[in-house]
Structures are given as C-alpha cells and as structure tokens.
C-alpha cells in the first residue's frame, strides 16, 4: 500500500497507471467496516483502489464539528492495509485548496430539502471537495455510501453538472448487529447510547414495511411519537420522499420508489439513516 500526501506525488504515481481503471474511495478518516467495504467492492471492480483521508473543512456549518470530528490516521492505515487497498491519499487543508475557493453550486430541490435545510453550505462544501478530488485523480469508478443518500445524489449531480466521465456508485448501507448504520460518529456514543439509538432503525423499519395500510402522514406520526420515547433522542427531521428527485411526499400517488429519511441528535451526536419503502 502506498500513501501519498501531495497532489504531485499522487499524480505522478497515476500517470504511470494511465492504462488501469481506477476505483476512488472519498473518506474523511475515523474509519469503520462500511468504509471498508466500499474498499472492498472498488477492488472488485477496478485495478487500482484509492481512498482518501481528508477532513473537509468547507462542509461544516458548526466549527465545534469540525473540531470534535474523530481523527485516527494510524488506526484508519492499518485498516486500509489489511483490506489491501493500493493507494491512501492524505492531503493537508493546503495542498487541496492552495488558493481561496468560492465556488456557489446550484443542485436544484437537492439544495433546499432535509439535509440542505438543516446543514446550511453543507452540500457546496461537498461538492467542491469532490471536484477537486475529481479533478485531481480523474478515477474511473467513485464509490460512497447510501447512508448518505442525499450526498450521493449531490455527487452524481455535481458528475454532470461538470461533465465529469466519474461514474458515481451507490453502495448499500452498512449496519451494526443492533441496526444502527454505521458512522464515524458512532465513536462517540457510549454502549448505553448506542443502545437507545438502534430505536431508530426499529421506527424506520415499521415505516418501510406499512405503505399498504398506513398514509404517510400515520407513519411519520408514527415514527415522531416513537422517536419521542426516548429522552435522549431529539428528533431533527423525519420525511419520505422520491428516490430520484428526494422530493419530500404527501400521499401514495407517485409510482416512483421512495425513502425514509431522518436525522436525529443523541447527546449532541447528529445521526442520519434512511430506508427504502416496500411497495
């Protein structure tokens, strides 16, 4: 496994693997299995597999985040070893923005809605870091995972916004034995705290199950009211919405798939999870 921390090493090493596809895993450190296993798929399908280890500063709207977000780079290489990943990119705040960027991106309602609304910048802070990323590596094949579904449909935004040749993959969710999606964040919760949060895939596996005898509007009572049990749970959003357009719903009538989607804070740790809904 080779590290590099350049922009000029990384693509010196790339121009001599000009002829390979490449798989580029985008990852902000304080790594878990659900990381690895987008490693894992990328060394399927690609010859060569690149993660990245970078802290993105332009995608935090709370400083206090940034500061509090879980750092281990010894701990993350280790792990990218053993799952021999071939390349980890490691650059500082510098070498990725050497100059201001003041980039505004427009992704449509995918600016406006769930995650947009209650993390105001979030998204153009993802989008520029990717591109960059994009810019710099040019991979064949970028993988992220749909626990952050709405930033996955962002990136596959931004590929075409850009008319990048990237092609942008979902992969499935990832989860602890008790449900919870896995998350870097997730280090920060004590064993009793994870307990209660594993609630949260409970509620959102009634809500996928019961389109056919409930309405939208029982089941997102339904989730509020269960949400509402737990003290330590402070509920931030709950909405269903299409799985194209992450339009946000009202009734049945669409005859597109849809998604539940939530986020809720837990003793000051914010948690994202969505399900698909079973017609």
Request: glycine share 4%; proline share 3%; with cysteine.
């Amino acid at each position: 496994m080779q590290v590099f921390t350049t922009v000029n090493e990384i693509q010196s090493f790339l121009k001599d693997q000009k002829e390979k596809s490449v798989g580029f895993v985008a990852t902000m450190g304080a790594l878990h299995q659900a990381h690895i296993s987008l490693i894992e798929i990328s060394k399927k399908e690609n010859e060569v597999t690149i993660c990245s280890i970078f802290v993105n500063p332009k995608q935090f709207n709370k400083k206090e985040d940034l500061v509090k977000y879980p750092r281990n780079t010894d701990a993350d290489l280790v792990k990218l070893e053993a799952a021999n990943c071939d390349v980890v990119f490691i650059p500082s705040v510098e070498e990725m923005y050497p100059t201001e960027v003041k980039k505004e991106f427009n992704f449509g309602i995918l600016s406006d809605v769930m995650e947009a609304e209650h993390r105001p910048g979030h998204f153009n802070g993802v989008a520029i870091v990717i591109e960059r990323f994009f810019v710099i590596l040019n991979p064949t094949n970028a993988y992220f995972g749909e626990k952050d579904f709405q930033q996955l449909a962002v990136v596959r935004a931004l590929a075409e916004q850009i008319n990048s040749s990237v092609k942008v993959v979902g992969c499935p969710i990832f989860r602890e034995e008790s449900g919870l999606a896995m998350s870097s964040r997730n280090e920060r919760l004590t064993a009793e705290q994870k307990v209660v949060a594993s609630q949260i895939n409970k509620a959102l596996s009634f809500v996928s199950k019961h389109k056919k005898t409930h309405s939208i509007a029982e089941l997102k009572d339904y989730f509020i009211k269960e949400i509402d049990k737990h003290s330590l749970l402070e509920l931030e959003y709950f909405e269903i919405a299409k799985d194209t357009t992450l339009e946000p719903l009202t009734d049945w009538i669409s005859t597109e798939g849809q998604i539940a989607f939530t986020a809720i804070n837990l003793s000051g740790v914010r948690l994202i999870d969505n399900m698909t809904i079973i017609n």
